[in-house]
T-cell receptor, first 120, second 111 residues
């Protein structure tokens, strides 16, 4: 059973270019989370998606960043017109929906290896 | 703002010794999780403890949770060089489903 997969593992972009980060959740998982980790810091939540729906994007910068999780295919985190401050590790996690609960519980999130974005 | 704060920020011990890391948080939680991150790699889930649990074991790992003090500890017994990594606690706050992360504890095991 393959774990969460992310690609590319390393991405180098020049300022002003676009960065596309992909995440394939674990088989059977329909919930995807994106986190950003700056050097020497913990992870910061960016966005939570279910298939074809953005549930919570409160951690996402208002401009230049977008995310999607289409019916078919991986989740995509897209950063337009990248700047040096976007350089970070971006982690994707997936989880199962926990049945029978009034609200969704995060339970265990399984993380991918991350994509390290470097903006020159 | 960060929910979890790990303590200490860095810890260096001899192989074979026990390592204890602490995590404090601010709001009520559903569960608290500990993760490990090896340098340059992704996160590995270690253990999840629910708010109605006080202690949990997994191999050489022992996690405690004190909801009255809003704190948790991770104990690694009989440490090995391979335990060298950063350890993060993450809390699932009751009001939403996000995991809120601390800055982590860097653990170095000296051979």
């Amino acid at each position: 059973n393959a774990g969460v997969m992310q690609n590319p593992r390393h991405l180098v972009r020049r300022r002003g270019q676009e960065a596309r980060l992909r995440c394939s959740p674990m088989k059977g998982h329909s919930h995807v989370y994106w986190y950003r980790q700056l050097p020497e810091e913990g992870l910061k939540f960016m966005v939570y998606l279910q298939k074809e729906n953005i549930i919570d994007e409160s951690g996402m910068p208002k401009e230049r960043f977008s995310a999607e999780f289409p019916k078919e295919g991986p989740s995509i985190l897209r950063i337009q017109q990248v700047v040096r401050g976007d350089s970070a590790a971006y982690f994707c996690a997936s989880s199962l929906e926990v049945p029978g609960q009034g609200r969704l519980s995060t339970d265990t999130q399984y993380f991918g290896p991350g994509t390290r974005l470097t903006v020159l | 703002s960060q929910q979890g704060e790990e303590d200490p920020q860095a810890l260096s011990i001899q192989e074979g010794e026990n390592a204890t890391m602490n995590c404090s948080y601010k709001t009520s939680i559903n569960n608290l999780q500990w993760y490990r991150q090896n340098s340059g790699r992704g996160l590995v889930h270690l253990i999840l403890i629910r708010s109605n649990e006080r202690e949990k074991h997994s191999g050489r790992l022992r996690v405690t949770l004190d909801t009255s003090k809003k704190s948790s500890s991770l104990l690694i017994t009989a440490s090995r060089a391979a335990d060298t990594a950063s350890y993060f606690c993450a809390t699932d706050a009751r009001v939403n489903y996000q995991l809120i992360w601390g800055a982590g504890t860097k653990l170095i095991i000296k051979p």
